[in-house]
């Protein structure tokens, strides 16, 4: 077995050393620009448009790829492609590095959504066996009494975008409403027009998912052999579903992936996405989102899940941390945080945190959730992680927005203004260290259709990836392009460096920094060995 897996990870680390590097670079003018190769000292790249749609957001963004695999670290390539072609002002790696603590969450993430099928006695369940699909209930999400208020007699269907691993078309659970026609695969080398899940099976991968959180979302009539159950599985069975494929694992490890598929959800008119994905920060990330808002897009995706007791991190991830985003953690059957304090816990658990993102943060009803199973049409397991929190909130925006069909916003984020301060103002807030780990409470959909269009919201603050503080670590005076290149690498490292995130914590509301506090934090970019030498240049 321990053969197997060396193997296994030897193999993976060929697969990775051996792939061509790709840097994601925006330009001043994309009309003037019309470089088909770039240069970095003696290093070509090919260019190519990041998007084939007309009249997108993504127009002034690119895709410079290398012929080979380069030794260099993917963030200096980055530098390099800046300082040394004028018509470039960003670049950042499509491919953010892997590192050990990320293949600890994956393998836990394949181990959560296993072919377990019994209850999971970590977390609080129904004591009876045959108690099915109880996050439905008045006592949980409510999603049941909810989705009886929808209005489908007037106006057209409300359309959910679904980002994940895939489906299983064949599955019982498969949506009613589903739109084959549009869905789509950001997957390279696959079928651009099927979101099939194919089942691909790796130490990084997770098949299967997408086809669960399908069924938690928009779900079709079940009644599971020996469960005392006989109706619609998904929260918002009657709403138009797109299913889009954008990876083999639910770590976002190509960043156009996500960016591509939120241009393409605007451009089809969806009203909502749900996403139970993470990964990391990203200004191409930040722009899909500030026009996703700007255009009237509900974007709900998941907080991010940890193991052995905050491993890569408990704090919420990226998209979840970008404030025009909906966050989703988790609560448990019992209403108690989906997160042990006990540091010889090992399974997986939810993140939260820290207290500043949390404004933009509500809760779900996980783990012991119904799980579709890919390949096996009528099986249904269990599930959790904030991933099946996470299609509950979007289902609920999805079933408040057909309710109030036929209001109209003078403004487009009007409308994802509404959607959140009708989720976050009737959450249940009365459970302990509520703010703390569920932000604005625990979803209470039936209550949430109750609360009327509000209509007089401030616009939300564009997103940004930004650290002020850095400008005082670093003695900055100005800022420039490279210094917003250097914000997202160190956003990176601190997401998957449990230390550098904690040192940074500590500085982050000082006025000023200590030699000895800016020592230690130097020491630390040192030791990270994906950090780049441009990093490590300044860390001095």
């Known amino acids: 077995m321990m053969k197997k897996l060396f193997f296994m990870f030897f193999l993976t680390a060929i697969i990775i050393s051996t792939t061509a590097e790709e840097i994601l670079i925006k330009v001043q003018n994309s009309r003037s620009f019309s470089q088909k190769t770039l240069r970095a000292g003696n290093i ?20 410079a790829t290398t ?3 380069i030794e260099e670290s993917p963030w200096d390539l980055a530098h390099k492609l800046v300082e040394q072609n004028e018509e470039v002002v960003y670049g950042e790696p499509n491919r953010p590095t ?10 836990a993430l394949q181990k959560e959504f296993s072919e377990k099928r019994a209850y999971d006695d970590e977390w609080g369940h129904p004591d009876d066996p045959e108690v099915f699909a109880w996050h439905l209930e008045k006592t949980h999400s409510q999603l049941k009494e909810a989705r009886k208020k929808g209005n489908y007699k007037s106006g057209r269907r409300i359309r959910v975008a679904h980002f994940d691993t895939g489906y299983d078309a064949k599955h019982i659970t498969t949506p009613k409403n589903i739109c084959k026609d549009l869905e789509r695969n950001y997957v390279k080398g696959e079928n651009e027009s099927s979101a099939i899940d194919p089942g691909k099976k790796g130490i990084m991968e997770q098949p299967g998912h997408g086809t669960g959180t399908l069924g938690i979302l928009a ?7 020996g469960k005392k159950f006989s109706d619609y599985l998904g929260g918002a069975p009657e709403v138009e579903v797109v299913p889009v494929r954008l990876s083999n694992s639910v770590l976002l490890f190509q960043l156009d992936a996500f960016a591509k598929a939120i241009d393409y959800a605007v451009s089809i008119n969806c009203d909502v996405v749900s996403m139970s994905m993470g990964g990391v920060a990203s200004k191409l990330w930040a722009e899909a989102i500030n026009n996703a808002y700007e255009r009237g897009l509900v974007i709900v995706t998941a907080a991010g899940n940890n193991v052995a007791g905050g491993v890569p991190t408990h704090f919420v991830v990226f998209p979840a941390k970008f404030k025009r985003v909906i966050a989703v953690g988790g609560v448990c059957y019992d209403n108690k945080p989906y997160f042990k304090t006990d540091p010889f816990f090992f399974g997986m658990q939810g993140n939260w945190g820290p207290e500043k993102l949390m404004d933009s943060a509500i809760a779900a009803y996980t783990p012991n959730m119904p799980w579709a199973r890919l390949g096996k049409p009528d099986q249904i397991g269990n599930g959790g992680g904030t991933s099946s929190a996470t299609p509950q909130v979007a289902a609920t925006a999805a079933l408040w927005l057909q309710k109030y069909n036929s209001f109209s916003f003078d403004e487009p984020w009007q409308k994802v203004n509404a959607v959140r301060h009708a989720l976050f103002s009737s959450a249940r807030k009365d459970l302990k260290d509520s703010k703390k780990y569920y932000g604005n409470g ?13 209509i007089d919201t401030q616009k939300i603050a564009k ?9 005082l670590l670093f003695g900055w005076e100005t800022r420039d392009d490279s210094h917003e290149m250097v914000n997202v690498e160190m956003l990176q490292l601190q997401q998957n460096n449990a230390k ?12 000023e920094i200590t030699a000895e506090e800016r020592s230690e ?9 994906e950090a780049s030498d441009a990093l490590r240049a300044l860390a001095k």
Request: aromatic share 6%; charged share 25%; hydrophobic share 35%.
């Open 44 to 63: 070509t790249f090919t260019v190519k448009p990041l998007t084939k749609l007309r009249g997108t957001m993504l127009g002034s963004w690119y895709m």
């Open 67 to 69: 012929d080979e695999r």
């Open 98 to 107: 892997i590192n050990k603590n990320q293949r600890k969450l994956a393998e």
């Open 219 to 225: 779900g079709n009539l079940v009644q599971p052999s």
């Open 442 to 454: 625990v979803l209470q959909a039936s209550k949430a259709l109750d609360v009327q269009p509000k």
């Open 463 to 471: 997103d940004k990836v930004s650290m002020p503080y850095l400008s």
């Open 500 to 511: 550098l995130c904690s040192l940074l914590q500590s500085v982050e509301e000082k006025t």
């Open 521 to 529: 934090i130097f020491a630390e970019i040192q030791n990270i060995p």
